[in-house]
């Protein structure tokens, strides 16, 4: 299988943890933690090696929560490329109040990478014979906003096919540079295309909007209990969500990355590779914190996927 590349500029810990109810001011005693690797690209690749792809995360980390990160990918098995930078990697946390299930996340923004940290990560992924690259995750400060854009040049030079999973200035800068995929959720590209995209037809127009202006060749936009659209320049699939009960939602857009990601470089036509993303993500709502999704699960949910074409 063709080797696919990942790259997080800003990974973290996920904490996860538990109480009955969220109020202000009050301790709140909470239930048993759990610690998981995190940040999108990592995530991706977390998934990709489950699924039995050949896949390298590359990632910078520093301080103890850094070498918390690199023993837990380590105990994964994760091939991984971790760059040492001076600041400390963050921590994300994630609380379930289960008096009424949702869900309370809480995004760091990481530490301040020098110039020559961020070009690391950069030079690390350049003509690298990766057939495949994703970016996943936001930025940390001191990283330019354009980061990905230089990664989807680099990756149109080196003839690797560029997957990004980005928002805000991030997402522009790298549109305007054009790449192979694009993962937007819905309140990405109601910011992207500047407008409200209630319906269906809207949201088909501006994910094809895109294409057509050379931003990518695929958009992939996720919905949450909506399900996902697939669209391309002359072709438009919608699967509904599954009936799944959801236990965390953490993970769930990776992990439909990663299963995409890993179909199409596995071979499979993009009816068949959005099934699996489909998939994929759906899995990920069966586990607690960022658990991520099992190849056995992708595989049993696997035939529930219905793909209607537009």
């Not at 990560?121 to 906003?145: I, K, Q, T």
């Not at 040049?153 to 790449?179: M, N, Q, Y």
Request: overall charge negative; hydrophobic content about 45%; aromatic content about 6%.
């Amino acid at each position: 299988m063709p080797q696919i590349f990942t790259v997080t500029l800003n990974p973290a810990i996920d904490v996860s943890t538990s109480v009955d109810t969220v109020e202000p001011v009050r301790k709140l005693r909470s239930g048993a933690v759990r610690r998981d690797p995190g940040g999108g690209g990592i995530n991706v690749a977390r998934v990709v090696r489950r699924l039995g792809g050949e896949v390298l995360a590359v990632y910078p980390a520093g301080g103890p929560i850094g070498a918390l990160l690199e023993r837990l990918l380590a105990a994964e098995h994760l091939p991984s490329l971790s760059l040492p930078i001076a600041g400390d990697t963050r921590e994300d946390f994630t609380v379930v109040e289960t008096s009424t299930g949702r869900e309370f996340r809480f995004v760091l923004p990481g530490p301040k990478l020098k110039p020559e940290e961020w070009q690391a990560c950069l030079a690390a992924v350049v003509r690298n014979g990766a057939e495949y690259l994703v970016a996943s995750g936001g930025l940390p400060p001191g990283v330019p906003g354009d980061f990905h854009a230089q990664l989807a040049r680099h990756a149109k030079a080196d003839g690797a096919k560029f997957a990004l999973d980005c928002s805000g200035p991030a997402l522009k800068a790298a549109l305007d540079e054009g790449v192979w995929l694009v993962k937007p959720n819905l309140s990405e590209l109601e910011d992207y295309a500047g407008w409200p995209l209630e319906a269906q037809d809207q949201q088909i127009a501006a994910a094809r909007s895109i294409v057509l202006r050379g931003g990518a060749e695929i958009v992939a936009l996720t919905l949450g209990e909506a399900g996902a659209l697939l669209v391309t320049e002359r072709r438009a699939w919608r699967a509904p969500a599954l009936p799944i009960r959801r236990v965390s939602s953490v993970g769930a857009g990776d992990s439909f990355m990663g299963g995409l990601v890993f179909a199409l470089a596995s071979g499979l036509n993009l009816e068949d590779a959005f099934r699996y993303g489909v998939a994929a993500g759906s899995a990920a709502l069966l586990f607690p914190g960022t658990e991520l999704a099992h190849a056995a699960d992708i595989e049993r949910l696997l035939p529930l996927v219905r793909v209607e074409a537009l």
